[in-house]
């Protein structure tokens, strides 16, 4: 029997998921966050789309699981023993990283920015610098000896978009696209312009200077639902990686496996 692992990469918006079979993905789904949600309601979510992939279940002989949503963990856990037979491993204080974090007070750093840095370190070398497009989109920089060093938490684009919405009587929800031109001729246009050019200058800003922090140069990942809409539009970020995360929480689970 082919030993698989599930990795889950819980954020406040997204749960992330992916199976890997050694070194190769085989399937990952990006579902929503719902501390309301059962166990058993997360675990039939995942049998379906094990289903769906032709995945069989017995197959699943670990579990890692990185949280930024602390109730989720007991459910996801649970869900983890009750339907997989497996005790998950969670990211945490006395989890073997293979990163110093040099953050005054390690413990407030989010789980999946270490995951991050981890798998970029490894699969980029250093320096480097991590942006993760979402709730908030978090920028993070990795020394040239794999050191956490620290980052920057922005609202994230969903956020800043819905706060338009919500806080301007006049002003739309809209759907987030590039404009045409910057300079719009539509309240809509406008409106894209605004957030997603805004968007791109802070991030080659605040990339501009963490360079200038870790020596000059770096190289900028990003990973995320919305990198590939800002990866296309700034030459301040070299690669997109969609796996970063997952990758990571594969990294970190082999270090502490025995």
Known sequence: MVRMLLLCDVGNTNIVLGIYQG???????????????????????????????????????????SSVVPPLNQILAEMAEKHFAVKPLIIGPGIKTGMPILFDDPKE??????????????KYGGPCIVLDFGTAT?????????????????????????????????????????????????????????????????????????KEELGGKAFVVATGGLADLFGLETKSIDKVDHLLTLEGLKIIYNRNIK
């Open 23 to 65: 070194d190769e993905i085989v399937a990952y789904w990006r579902v929503s966050s719902d501390s309301k949600k059962t166990a058993d309601e997360y675990g039939m979510l995942l049998r379906q789309l094990f289903r769906t992939n032709n995945i069989e279940r017995n197959k699943i002989k670990a579990m890692v699981i």
């Open 109 to 122: 750093v989010g789980a999946d920015r270490i995951v991050n840095g981890v798998a970029a370190y490894q």
């Open 138 to 210: 978090t920028f993070d920089a990795i020394s040239s000896k794999g050191e956490y060093l620290g980052g920057a938490i922005a609202p994230g684009v969903g956020i800043s978009t819905e706060a338009l919405f919500q806080h301007a009587a006049k002003l739309p929800r809209i759907e987030l696209i590039k404009p045409s031109k910057v300079i719009g001729k539509s309240t809509v246009s406008c409106m894209q312009s605004g957030i997603v050019y805004g968007y791109i200058g802070q991030i080659e800003g605040i990339v501009s200077r963490m």
